[in-house]
């Protein structure tokens, strides 16, 4: 049923944080586009009507991105508005009745996980779960195990082809990008692998700290927060070879591929930091050893890359925000001159905004067989007329195509891979804010040193 055309979206958390900054955005660039033309459903218990979730929905779009006249009044027009307790079957049997007939609406959880389980059977108990799809935010479990009762939760109910389970950074032009330039240039894959690669850096950088979420986060912490997922994401789309067509099971096969030839993190593996003012920040625990700082490092066991160090860092309070992939080749031999030249690399900027750039050294003017280091860069600016993320996966959701959502075995690859190293498997250490985070992250560290993206 999956790529059957939906006829009504619903998203439970319409009132939440996280519709106003992204959902309702990404609604009315939908509609800017011509894209949105069914009943979209809002779910929560506000003790709101139709006109206040309305005057929500302006204030959001106002604010996140500006408003369209024309593009708000489609969808507003649009808008219908459901308030009640997700434990109260009455307001799933009012929702039944503003899908009005719909045969195959969407369901958005913009929820806590906590209340999946019952919004899954409050939908089932009411028949609005009858030729349905669910898309699903992260975090998609806490560890293994709760991910794959989640999952067995979602199959009691859905199909796999009906599960839409988001990560964001699969909607991202910038991370499609590291696939569609990999395979689109023959320059670059005969030199993608071990024999020429070096070492694989990921860096994922914030430059501001937990933003009034301590009590979401001080139950997180970067591992699971961005490591599990959009890290991961990332790396599978350096890693995985070359598909066999661009079908969407099969562009996830190898992505899924990449993660079984991942070993288990081991604690030598990994260094966590805390920065400094974290346990002060309201909604933290003042003896917290949550991790805002991870760095860590791992191995890909499979004939192309056995051998090659990828190394992945993410934090908080770091010097600047940004989001870079730095796969370094191995070093040339000296020919012009007694000291061999620096290393090649290829460098991608996936946030703010796209970047790729080679690394390649040349002669100075003038100069005896001497050279630098520079750049071959492709510089794309953010186009404030691309489509968003959320715009493409909720457009996604709506056509039925699930090319850019999780599947339920890399979910629980990915935690495979990190579960080992959750809940204070580590020791935390503290660095200062503005830094690069701790110094014993260099112990684990590629040689020469960690790349700092600028």
């Known amino acids: 049923m999956s790529q059957t055309q939906a006829d009504a979206l619903v998203f439970f958390g319409a009132t939440g944080d996280l519709a106003y900054k992204k959902i309702f955005p990404a609604l009315q660039a939908l509609a800017k586009r011509g894209a949105l033309n069914v009943p979209v459903v809002g779910v929560a218990k506000s003790g709101w009507g139709l006109d206040q979730l309305k005057a929500r929905a302006r204030d959001s779009v106002e604010k996140h991105g500006g408003l369209d006249a024309d593009a708000f009044g489609r969808l507003s027009n649009l808008l219908r508005y459901v308030d009640g307790d997700y434990g109260d079957l009455a307001a799933f049997e009012q929702l039944r009745k503003e899908l009005d007939g719909a045969k195959h609406p969407v369901h ?8 999946f389980e019952l ?5 089932q108990k009411s028949g609005c779960a009858e030729g349905a799809r669910v898309v699903v ?12 009762e989640l999952n067995r939760t979602l199959h009691s109910i859905f199909k796999e082809e009906d599960i ?34 070096q070492s694989v850096q990921i860096t994922m950088s914030e430059n501001f700290g937990v933003q009034g979420r301590g ?18 994401q990332v790396l599978t789309n350096i890693a995985m070879e070359p598909p066999p067509g661009s079908e969407t099971e099969i562009l996830r096969d190898v992505r899924v591929m990449v993660l079984h030839g991942i070993r288990s993190l081991r604690p030598e593996d990994v260094v966590r930091g805390q920065f400094r003012g974290y346990r002060q920040e309201p909604g933290v625990s003042p003896d917290s050893t949550v991790e805002t700082f991870v760095a860590l490092r791992l191995f890909i066991n499979s004939w192309r890359w056995r051998g090659v160090p990828f190394y992945i860092r993410a ?15 191995y070093q040339p031999p000296a020919i012009f001159c007694d000291v061999a030249p620096p290393a090649n690399y290829y460098r991608f900027r996936v946030t703010p905004d796209l970047q790729i750039a080679v690394g390649a050294y040349v002669k100075l003017p003038g100069a005896d067989d001497q050279g630098e280091m520079q750049e071959l860069l492709i510089n794309h600016p953010e186009d404030p007329n691309e489509m968003g993320a959320y715009e493409e996966l909720l457009g996604d959701a709506l056509k039925g195509s699930n090319a850019h959502f999780a599947r339920q075995d890399y979910v629980e690859e990915s935690w495979r891979v990190v579960d ?5 498997a580590t020791p935390v250490h503290e660095y200062e804010p503005g830094s690069w985070g701790p110094a014993e992250a ?3 560290g590629p040689p020469g040193g960690w790349y700092n993206p600028k």
């Open 119 to 123: 919004v899954f059977d409050q939908l």
């Open 442 to 444: 260099d112990a684990i």
């Open 315 to 329: 934090g908080k309070c770091l010097p600047n925000t940004v989001t870079e992939v730095l796969v370094k080749l």
């Open 420 to 424: 080992s190293v959750l809940d204070n």
């Open 108 to 115: 958005y959880l913009a929820i806590p996980p906590s209340v």
């Open 137 to 148: 935010e992260k975090p998609l479990g806490h560890d293994l195990a709760s991910a794959q």
């Open 215 to 232: 009590s979401f986060y001080d139950h997180t912490g970067a591992i699971r927060d961005v490591v599990q997922n959009h890290l991961l």
């Open 164 to 197: 839409f389970r988001i990560d964001h950074y699969l909607g991202k032009n910038t991370v499609q990008n590291l696939l569609f330039f990999r395979f689109s240039n023959s320059f670059v894959e005969p030199i993608w692998k071990r024999q020429y690669v």
